[in-house]
């Protein structure tokens, strides 16, 4: 069956498309109120309207979390790792004393929200994807410092290209920050807004410095790569190891987590998680990259720190062989284009 037959597609530049919030038909609400959920809609209205003591807006008490659905060959429409972005969500929703979202209803929430919105899924071949947007949020009046009374789970989506500027492996670069973005016990490793707010002035001053995003260092020492600003960090060593950083306080991604399964088994480099000490090691990086499901995998050109920039691949402009090798099979898996050996795919009916 033709599935772009069946509904429409919208008439948008797909392959035009920034990573910028699109509003689409539908969106997905659901309430937990008195210890329980609602079943939850699919509704139309993409404002939410809360209580103006709702701890999400005073204390920052929400997490969110980030996928992408995209168009195989075949018309398929693809999910990928969802049933971990639900563990990830709970992790956080535990963290922040929020009520978990059964696995469930949120796989189900999602498979509704991106089919009610299949007219805007991108079509194979646009370079674009649907982004997945869930959010849990703490609505109901609370002055005090103690969790919210009511929860709202809600899923939007929206149309997307990527989010570095250039199609397909955009090349970046890093400005190390001096400011912090986690603590060692913190919610680095949970997908928090908090985190976020605090980040948006490194990222500002990374870009003064004309690099695309901020990089963190380790906030007791200020010695070992925690993280950039949106994605997870990984590296090529001139030894032949692929390594990236092991840290309390970064987001344990779900892209980097499929990297080093890749890089391990199809490319059989020794992969190791472990503190990596920028000053002392980086002459000895061959190739470094940021992966996430935003930035999918983005080679890293060059670095600032200590006042000057240090270039990591060749001019800093070029993509190096084994980031090309883990970009191709990693985004022909999540395309449809490969065989998924992994199981990671999850095909949402339409
Ligand atoms: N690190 C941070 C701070 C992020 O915001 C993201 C994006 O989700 C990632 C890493 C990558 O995680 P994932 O691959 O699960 O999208
Ligand atoms: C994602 O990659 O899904 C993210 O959440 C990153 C975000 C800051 C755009």
């Known amino acids: 069956m033709n599935l772009d037959a069946k509904v429409n597609k ?48 005073h204390y920052a008490q929400q997490c969110f979390e980030g996928l992408k659905a995209q168009t195989a060959a075949d018309g398929r429409i693809l999910l990928f790792r969802p049933d971990l972005n639900s563990e990830r969500l709970n992790l956080a929703a535990s963290r922040l004393l929020m009520p978990e979202v059964p696995r469930a209803m949120f796989l189900n929430a999602v498979a509704q929200t991106v089919r009610a919105n299949y007219a805007w899924v991108p079509p194979y071949g646009s370079g674009a994807s649907l982004y997945i947007r869930p959010m849990l949020i703490g609505i109901g009046e609370n002055l005090g410092l103690k969790p919210a009374q009511q929860f709202e789970f809600r899923i939007f989506v929206s149309p997307v290209g990527p989010y570095y500027k250039e199609a397909g492996l955009a090349v970046i670069s890093l ?72 840290s309390k306080a970064i987001l344990p991604s779900i892209t980097r987590r499929s990297i080093m399964e890749i890089a391990a088994q199809q490319l059989h480099l020794q992969t190791t998680e472990r503190p990596i000490d920028l000053r002392a090691e980086v002459a000895d990086f061959s190739e470094m990259a940021a992966c996430g499901t935003a930035a999918v995998l983005s080679p890293v050109g060059k670095i600032w720190f200590d006042d000057q920039w240090h270039t990591i691949f060749a001019d800093g402009q070029s993509v190096g062989p084994i980031m090309q090798e883990i970009y191709d099979l990693l985004v022909g898996i999540q395309k449809g284009e490969l065989t998924d050996q992994y199981g990671w795919l999850h095909e949402v009916n339409i």
């Open 10 to 57: 919208k008439d948008l530049n797909w392959a035009e498309l920034g990573f910028r919030y699109h509003k689409t038909d539908f969106r997905f609400s659901a309430v937990h109120s008195n210890g329980k959920w609602n079943d939850g809609e699919l509704i139309s209205d993409e404002i939410i309207a809360v209580h103006e003591g709702a701890p999400a807006i």
């Open 175 to 246: 400005a190390v920050s001096e400011m912090d973005r986690a603590a060692p016990n913190g919610t680095g490793c949970f997908k928090v807004g908090a985190n976020y707010a605090g980040g948006l002035l490194a990222t500002r001053k990374a870009q003064e410095l004309g690099a695309n995003e901020a990089l963190y260092l380790d906030s007791a020492q200020h010695r070992y790569i925690d993280e950039a600003g949106s994605a997870n960090i990984v590296i090529a060593m001139k030894d032949g190891g692929f390594v990236t950083p092991s």
